[in-house]
């Protein structure tokens, strides 16, 4: 494990999560109030941009194999910034430019994360993974702790501007700081995604990787569920400094059940503590249907938030080390990490569809149904994540 390179990565993703409050629930919570048609809007705008993310996370592989690794690193922290300018230029404009904004934030997403995905499959070995992420999720969910609170108070006590210019300055650190990673060399064969497909999928865990992530993707990656249960927090507790605190006790909760996990779990047969963390956020939104409270809805919110939190951190643990296998890593690890944008992404573009449809409908019969839909892609993600091997050898 390269400590310095490691590093970097752990502190630019901080920043990256920090960015990310601000352009998921606070984002949402913005065209919540500046949109007489929200949900509508926020499923267009959420559609543009995965798909940007799936069609680039295909093309990126044909450009960056053994070169420019670093520079689309640094391309997706501009783009971040020049997204976040153009949220400070256009206030409550931006409804009239959703694809424009939809393009950048989704190439913004893509090239980042394709690169940054490529580095932390490397830099880190299989059997240092478990402490590494540890060590990842506990600093970006302690920040993700503060966070929310910050710009909750920032947002409600003055307003949008101030929040961007902050996280605009944070993306300037983050290019500042690539200059200190070093690029992946990778052998000199073509970019061949759809050969490799044949030969990946010929690996249970690879099969079962896919289906985890479409389901992901419907579900708990920047899925409509996400966006869902943040408009239902906003209604019932009407400020952004309210969503702030709930989005900070959840943090705390998830770095919690993670140290359990990693105490406990890692060295041991975890699958049926997955599908219970996978099945308990479904069983807390029936219990919210019937009962319909806010007491119900507080214990839906912190169930799905930091059991979730605790899936997530499994999943990046089986994902990273499964695509260090000898039979990914040689020659498929590009093909891999496309073919899974792909398939991530696909899910949250039907999960933006299904909203949309619904929100059209304009039902609120129909979005308890969505909902529970959603959350049940939850559990067959756990599902699939039960199946995968740890491969951390």
């Given at each position: 494990?390269?400590?310095?390179?490691?590093?970097?990565?752990?502190?630019?993703?901080?920043?990256?999560?920090?960015?990310?409050?601000?352009?998921?629930?606070?984002?949402?919570?913005?065209?919540?109030?500046?949109?007489?048609?929200?949900?509508?809007?926020?499923?267009?705008?959420?559609?543009?941009?995965?798909?940007?993310?799936?069609?680039?996370?295909?093309?990126?592989?044909?450009?960056?194999?053994?070169?420019?690794?670093?520079?689309?690193?640094?391309?997706?922290?501009?783009?971040?910034?020049?997204?976040?300018?153009?949220?400070?230029?256009?206030?409550?404009?931006?409804?009239?430019?959703?694809?424009?904004?939809?393009?950048?934030?989704?190439?913004?997403?893509?090239?980042?994360?394709?690169?940054?995905?490529?580095?932390?499959?490397?830099?880190?070995?299989?059997?240092?993974?478990?402490?590494?992420?540890?060590?990842?999720?506990?600093?970006?969910?302690?920040?993700?702790?503060?966070?929310?609170?910050?710009?909750?108070?920032?947002?409600?006590?003055?307003?949008?501007?101030?929040?961007?210019?902050?996280?605009?300055?944070?993306?300037?650190?983050?290019?500042?700081?690539?200059?200190?990673?070093?690029?992946?060399?990778?052998?000199?064969?073509?970019?061949?995604?759809?050969?490799?497909?044949?030969?990946l999928l010929k690996n249970?865990?690879?099969?079962?990787?896919?289906?985890?992530?479409?389901?992901?993707?419907?579900?708990?990656?920047?899925?409509?569920?996400?966006?869902?249960?943040?408009?239902?927090?906003?209604?019932?507790?009407?400020?952004?400094?309210?969503?702030?605190?709930?989005?900070?006790?959840?943090?705390?909760?998830?770095?919690?059940?993670?140290?359990?996990?990693?105490?406990?779990?890692?060295?041991?047969?975890?699958?049926?503590?997955?599908?219970?963390?996978?099945?308990?956020?479904?069983?807390?939104?029936?219990?919210?249907?019937?009962?319909?409270?806010?007491?119900?809805?507080?214990?839906?919110?912190?169930?799905?938030?930091?059991?979730?939190?605790?899936?997530?951190?499994?999943?990046?643990?089986?994902?990273?080390?499964?695509?260090?296998?000898?039979?990914?890593?040689?020659?498929?690890?590009?093909?891999?990490?496309?073919?899974?944008?792909?398939?991530?992404?696909?899910?949250?573009?039907?999960?933006?569809?299904?909203?949309?449809?619904?929100?059209?409908?304009?039902?609120?019969?129909?979005?308890?149904?969505?909902?529970?839909?959603?959350?049940?892609?939850?559990?067959?993600?756990?599902?699939?994540?039960?199946?995968?091997?740890k491969n951390d050898k």
């Open positions: 494990m390269k400590n310095k390179e490691t590093n970097i990565l752990i502190f630019s993703n901080v920043f990256r999560e920090i960015i990310n409050i601000f352009s998921g629930p606070f984002l949402t919570a913005y065209f919540f109030k500046i949109s007489k048609n929200s949900l509508i809007d926020l499923s267009t705008y959420n559609i543009f941009v995965f798909l940007c993310v799936g069609f680039f996370g295909l093309m990126l592989g044909y450009i960056i194999r053994n070169k420019f690794q670093i520079g689309m690193f640094r391309i997706g922290v501009i783009l971040n910034a020049v997204y976040v300018l153009t949220i400070i230029i256009l206030k409550e404009q931006i409804l009239n430019y959703l694809p424009f904004i939809a393009f950048l934030y989704g190439t913004s997403m893509i090239t980042y994360f394709y690169p940054y995905n490529l580095f932390l499959s490397n830099k880190v070995s299989n059997d240092m993974r478990a402490q590494y992420e540890f060590k990842r999720k506990t600093i970006v969910t302690i920040i993700s702790i503060l966070t929310p609170i910050i710009l909750g108070t920032i947002i409600t006590t003055t307003n949008f501007v101030l929040t961007a210019i902050i996280i605009l300055i944070m993306s300037l650190i983050q290019i500042v700081m690539s200059f200190f990673l070093k690029p992946i060399t990778y052998s000199n064969k073509k970019f061949t995604p759809f050969s490799s497909l044949k030969k249970k865990d690879v099969k079962n990787i896919l289906k985890l992530d479409f389901f992901k993707g419907m579900s708990v990656a920047d899925g409509s569920l996400k966006i869902l249960i943040t408009l239902l927090i906003i209604n019932a507790f009407k400020t952004d400094f309210n969503l702030g605190i709930f989005s900070s006790i959840s943090s705390l909760l998830t770095i919690i059940f993670q140290y359990i996990y990693t105490k406990y779990y890692r060295n041991k047969n975890d699958k049926n503590m997955i599908v219970i963390c996978a099945a308990v956020p479904v069983i807390s939104l029936i219990l919210l249907l019937i009962i319909n409270n806010n007491i119900a809805l507080c214990l839906y919110y912190f169930c799905y938030s930091s059991l979730v939190g605790v899936l997530n951190f499994v999943i990046d643990i089986r994902l990273f080390n499964l695509s260090n296998i000898p039979l990914i890593k040689n020659d498929n690890q590009m093909e891999f990490w496309s073919l899974r944008e792909v398939v991530l992404n696909f899910g949250r573009i039907i999960s933006y569809i299904l909203l949309l449809m619904v929100s059209l409908i304009k039902s609120g019969k129909y979005l308890n149904i969505l909902m529970l839909f959603l959350t049940l892609s939850i559990l067959l993600m756990g599902i699939s994540l039960s199946k995968i091997s």
